[in-house]
């Protein structure tokens, strides 16, 4: 007879209602996310079993940019956990008829969800929605500033892997200047003990992440061998006002990895991509779908640390989370 994890017992530690940035966390804020999102998912079988922790709870999903994983992502957490989903798309919303972005969130909030998750392409704007809004807020993206579930992730997924991440070299390559995912990785892989290295063209890794303590490289080549984890970050041609390298195939000869540079890597590195990813710019395929790859592992452990925060989050609210954290064990156990 198979033995169920016992879901966590709340932290009293804990007391942040909002989710905004892995800058501001301390490394015992971020280990307690990461121990809690790893009990969470043993506790749901891998994320693919509900547990009813959080029912008659309600999350809302205000999305300003395109998602695919992240949105998603999201609402498989909160339905794991036994909440509610609203959807909200720019798209056909009010928003097009002059509404201002503060009297939507509000009017979602007004239907009683207590969570928003929030993209938007303004850097700051769930800082904005935290200040004005009751409910929790949590940071889906805000333009090229943070993305801290993304952070916290990527961290659940090395720490599966390794022993701790204190003493790891982990290199993020790529497009660093308009990475919100790349910021999450930085300021919380170094509270954790990690040396980080951001490796890009010149035009999209600035100089000055070394007066912040990070490791700038402008070549793959030449870091290779010293890392333990490469995160492949994709090139955001979006955001771009002009090109910053002459052709996609020459920043693919520079900075994708391919089966001969995975030659020279250590045998036990770990090759990762927040997604999406693009096979035969920033990887190839032999290398995405091949051993050191733990790309869909990402996109599980997506689910876990999203139910940790929602869970973490909601508790620390003026209202007492006894009675929801009692009836989740009891329904579970």
């Known amino acids: 007879m198979t033995t169920t994890p016992p879901l966590p017992a709340y932290p009293t530690t804990w007391k942040r209602r909002h989710l905004l940035e892995l800058e501001s966390l301390s490394a015992d804020e971020i280990t307690t996310l990461?121990?809690?999102?790893?009990?969470?998912?043993?506790?749901?079988?891998?994320?693919?079993?509900?547990?009813?922790?959080?029912?008659?709870?309600?999350?809302?999903?205000?999305?300003?940019?395109?998602?695919?994983?992240?949105?998603n992502s999201f609402s498989l957490a909160a339905k794991r956990l036994g909440a509610d989903t609203v959807e909200f798309s720019?798209?056909?919303?009010?928003?097009?008829?002059?509404?201002?972005?503060?009297?939507?969130?509000?009017?979602?909030?007004?239907?009683?969800?207590?969570?928003?998750?929030?993209?938007?392409?303004?850097?700051?704007?769930?800082?904005?929605?935290?200040?004005?809004?009751?409910?929790?807020?949590l940071n889906a993206g805000d333009g090229a500033h943070e993305h801290p579930t993304q952070g916290l992730l990527d961290m659940l997924t090395i720490r599966q892997h390794r022993p701790?991440?204190?003493?790891?070299?982990?290199?993020?390559?790529?497009?660093?200047?308009?990475?919100?995912?790349?910021?999450?990785?930085?300021w919380g892989l170094r509270k954790l003990g990690a040396h980080v290295i951001v490796c890009g063209?010149?035009?999209?890794?600035?100089?000055?992440?070394?007066?912040?303590?990070?490791?700038?490289?402008?070549?793959?080549?030449?870091?290779?061998?010293?890392?333990?984890?490469?995160?492949l970050l994709r090139i955001q041609f979006e955001r771009f006002q002009s090109r910053p390298f002459p052709s996609v195939h020459e920043y693919a000869n520079r900075y994708a990895m391919n089966g001969q540079r995975m030659r020279r890597c250590k045998s036990d590195i770990l090759i990762m991509a927040p997604g999406p990813i693009n096979r035969g710019v920033e990887i190839t395929?032999?290398?995405?779908?091949?051993?050191?790859?733990?790309?869909?592992?990402?996109?599980?452990?997506?689910?876990?640390?999203?139910?940790?925060?929602?869970?973490?989050?909601?508790?620390?609210?003026?209202?007492?989370?006894?009675?929801?954290?009692?009836?989740?064990?009891?329904?579970?156990?």
């Open 34 to 71: 990461l121990d809690v999102a790893q009990q969470l998912k043993d506790a749901t079988d891998g994320c693919r079993r509900k547990i009813s922790l959080l029912g008659g709870r309600t999350l809302a999903n205000l999305f300003f940019e395109n998602s695919t994983r992240t949105r």
């Open 90 to 137: 720019s798209a056909g919303s009010s928003v097009s008829k002059g509404e201002t972005f503060i009297d939507t969130a509000k009017t979602i909030q007004a239907m009683g969800v207590d969570w928003v998750v929030t993209r938007h392409q303004t850097p700051g704007t769930p800082h904005l929605l935290a200040r004005e809004l009751e409910c929790c807020v």
């Open 164 to 186: 701790s991440l204190a003493g790891l070299t982990v290199a993020l390559v790529g497009d660093i200047a308009h990475s919100r995912t790349a910021r999450s990785n930085m």
């Open 201 to 231: 063209p010149a035009t999209l890794v600035s100089p000055r992440w070394t007066e912040l303590g990070f490791e700038v490289a402008h070549s793959l080549d030449d870091i290779l061998d010293r890392c333990d984890v490469l995160n």
């Open 285 to 333: 395929p032999e290398v995405a779908d091949g051993p050191h790859s733990v790309i869909l592992e990402q996109v599980t452990n997506g689910i876990a640390v999203r139910m940790a925060a929602l869970w973490l989050l909601v508790g620390a609210t003026e209202e007492s989370s006894t009675a929801a954290i009692t009836g989740g064990v009891s329904q579970h156990g």
